[in-house]
Structure formats: C-alpha cells, structure tokens
C-alpha cells in the first residue's frame, strides 16, 4: 500500500498495519535482547503482574535501533504529523503468561490522568503516533493489542473524569490487531486501546515507540526539567517519565536515527 493510502487508513479508522518492517531473524534476535534487558530492569520500573516494561529501552538496548527510520513508517510519519519527527517514548512491553486484560485508554497527551494531557473535546487533529512493534507475532490468544476502529474520532475516552461507560470490559467492536513478527501497528494515539491477556505459555513480546512532530511539548515527560517540577512534582500529580539519553548513547545511534533523538539528549 502506498503512504498516502496508509495515510488514509489511519485517518479513516485510526490504525494500520505496516508487515515487514522487521525481517523475521531480526525479530527473533531482537526480541531475545529486550527479553534480557526487561529481565535485567524490571525491578526499577513497578508495572502490572506478568507484565515487563521498561521506559527509555533506547539507553540500555540498541538491537532495534536501525529500524527506527524505517522508510515506509517514516514517510507515513512525515505524511501525517509534518517535518521535523521526533520519537517521544521507546519502551519494551512484554505480556508474559497470564497477564490481565487492561483498562481502555487513549494515550499521552489524551490520557486524561496524566499531568500533561490535552485538555477535552479534542480537536479532530492527528497530533501523536502511537507504534507496537511486534518482535513475536500478536495474535488474539498471547495478547495482540485491543483497539475500538474509529474512536480516535471521538473528542474523548474512558480516562476523562465524565467518562461513564465500561473501563475493564469488551467493547462490541473491539478488534484485536494482529500481524506476524516484524509488523507495526500504527495508531493516532488518541485511538481507544487496551492491553490484552496473553493465555499462551510465551512471551508476546513487542516495543512501543511513539513518533510526534516537532511542536509537540513533551518536557513534561523529562525526569527534573522545570516542566515536570511545575505540572507532576510540584502539584503532586503523575505523567509518564522518559528518561534523556546519555551522549555516548546518542552518538552510536546509526545516522539516520539520530534526528529522532536529537531532542532529548542528557545535558
Ligand atoms: O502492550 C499492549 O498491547 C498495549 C500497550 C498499551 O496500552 C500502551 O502502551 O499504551
């Protein structure tokens, strides 16, 4: 499919599947690595039972690194949010066996419980590209990423305080998004989505990379910016925090990666 069909794919339904992103040994290989390093930090970082995450997984884990500015994703990137892309989050998120069915959300900056989120209704304007990259396939019974098509149209979602509808329960339409190793699903973050059970015996393992245009505010996110002092430390409220990354980090990322970055070096 061309990018601008894709486009249009993500405009209409809120999500597509871009299929070989990742070539299938890479995969296996990648998904090995980030195995390992959750295994490594997991204990820094409190998430829900049998589930493995790791935030600013770029600092301490560069197997993936070269398929950051993967052509096709890029262009969708560009077609989508502008010049001057940046990535804002780069987690591991592993549903191991027996992980719970999540609640419904949309996320950063529509999260509503977040410090920094768009305030409600929002405009109908794609403003954050959510991105699951699936090192193991996704498939409906190890925990494939539930979605609600077309919800990324609504002006808000089950985090707002007025939300009176179903948090932890089935949607009629919810669809679960599947693709073998190697795909990516694509989403407007604002697209309703929760996290699935994984009832097989192994790992569904996946990373999650999220791509915003240069005029996004995300210092909110940084751990000690005078942002996150003023909106989260101060008040006493919580946001996601993604950590910056060192220099040396920054400098062995392949060229072509680096612009993605470039924004949130250590200083
Ligand atoms: O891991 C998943 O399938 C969903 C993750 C998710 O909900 C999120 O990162 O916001």
Known sequence: ??????????????FCILPGVVPPDRCRKIADSVRGTVERLQESYPCPENVGFVPGLINHDQSFAEHLSAPSLLALCHDLLGHNIRITFTSAIINHPGNLRGDWHADWPFNQTNAGHVPVPYPDRIMHLTTLWMMTEFTTENGATLIVPGSHRETTNPTADAWDGPTDQPFENEH???????????????????????????????????????WLNSEVLRPGSETRRQM????????????????????????????????????
């Open 176 to 214: 679960p998004a599947c693709g073998p190793a190697g795909s990516v699903l694509v989403m407007d973050s604002r697209m309703w989505h929760a996290t699935s059970p994984n009832s097989t015996e192994t790992d569904r393992v996946a990373l999650a990379v999220r791509y915003g245009p240069w």
């Open 1 to 14: 499919m061309s990018t601008s069909q894709l486009s249009a794919e993500i405009h209409d339904r809120g």
């Open 232 to 267: 989260v430390d101060e008040p006493g409220l919580k946001d996601n925090q993604v950590p910056p990354i060192p220099r040396d980090v920054y400098d062995r990322l392949p060229q072509n990666v680096q612009p993605l970055y470039r924004h949130w070096i250590e200083t």
